[in-house]
């Protein structure tokens, strides 16, 4: 595993999450420009077209399911794409910025190919205040009614992921790619509702 991404998932194994709901889901916002161009993003940043097509496939896939809440990161993108797959359930998103995309400082605008989530960029967020602060949002998501849907970032799977003790792997990092988290046991799994077709596993 990256280092950083070791440190990360140290981080959030420490005060791990215990969510009451026993199923909810998790959908990363449709793919950008930057995303394609692997490119540490701002915050106003839209869907390209190819992320539009892929909010959309993902609200068809969403429909059937028994979603009553819908939580939101205030970025731009990921925005965009929770109104996409809330319409069919007539479900307003609640907006939360707790769950946006870490702030990679001075680092936006450059390339994010080989992303180091231990760094502590200039005018940006430690990893440990971004792994606090998605723990925080998290938990307040996933308090609301459920089955809940979190729409977010790349950086949010991560850290949700650590925080219930499942492995993530690129295949389950594609853009607009709806995951369905579910507890068995007392131990938690991801299975993906949609295998990624277009575009890339890009972070940030």
């Given amino acids: ?46 869907l390209s077209a190819l992320g539009l097509q892929q909010a959309a496939r993902a609200a068809e896939l969403l429909a059937g399911e028994p979603i009553q809440s819908i939580v939101s990161s205030n970025v731009h993108r990921a925005l965009t794409t929770a109104h996409t797959v809330s319409a069919p359930h007539r479900i307003a998103p609640l907006v939360h910025e ?73 295949d389950l990092l594609g853009n607009a790619q709806p995951l369905r988290f579910e507890r068995e046991g007392g131990a938690w799994r991801i299975t993906p509702l949609l295998q990624q077709v277009d575009g890339g596993a890009a972070i940030a």
């Avoid at 070791?6 to 793919?31: E, M, V």
């Avoid at 440990?128 to 308090?143: D, H, Q, S, W």
Wanted: hydrophobic share 45%; charged share 20%.
């Fill in 1 to 46: 595993m990256n280092p950083g991404l070791l440190q990360l998932a140290t981080l959030a194994a420490a005060r791990p999450l215990s969510p009451a709901c026993d199923h909810f889901y998790f959908l990363r916002h449709g793919q950008t420009e930057c995303n394609a161009r692997r490119i540490f993003q701002a915050a106003d940043e839209p």
């Fill in 98 to 170: 707790g769950l946006r995309e870490r702030h990679f400082g001075a680092l936006i605008g450059t390339s994010s190919a080989n992303i180091d989530w231990a760094c502590a960029p200039e005018g940006g967020e430690t990893l440990p205040e971004f792994v606090e602060r998605k723990r925080a949002a998290l938990e307040a998501a996933l308090a609301q009614p459920a089955p809940v849907l979190v729409v977010a970032h790349g950086g949010s799977l991560y850290v949700l992921a650590a925080l219930l003790g499942v492995p993530v792997d690129m």
